[in-house]
Nanobody
């Protein structure tokens, strides 16, 4: 499975960005896609997840109400719409999935929020 993120950039606090994660390869046996982020000097943390089949989604408390995860199954693409961005959202954002016991990560896309 290969994952490619895009959509990061520099935005002012209060602004919005939409990230995309395109999955390719053997995606049919994966559960869905998760987004994680890692800020400088901090550990990687969970942001949101969406499941291919049900479309169910879950969010970290820190982004609930501001971020929305969605999927386009036909395009094997998951989006992360980020609104009301804060300086503390500045991080490298990664998408992640699992196929059986194997975990896959993209290379990340950088989001910088200026205050």
């Amino acid at each position: 499975v290969q994952l490619v993120e895009s959509g990061g950039g520099l935005v002012q606090a209060g602004g919005s960005l939409r990230l995309s994660c395109v999955a390719s390869g053997r995606t049919s046996t994966t559960y869905g896609i998760s987004w994680y982020r890692q800020a400088p000097g901090k550990e990687r943390e969970f942001v949101a997840v969406i499941y291919w089949g049900s479309g169910s989604s879950y969010y970290a408390d820190s982004v609930k109400g501001r971020f929305t995860i969605s999927r386009d199954n036909a395009k094997n693409t998951v989006y992360l719409q980020m609104n009301s961005l804060k300086s503390e959202d500045t991080a490298m954002y990664y998408c992640n999935t699992k196929d059986g016991g194997i975990e896959f990560w993209g290379e990340g896309t950088l989001v910088t929020v200026s205050s």
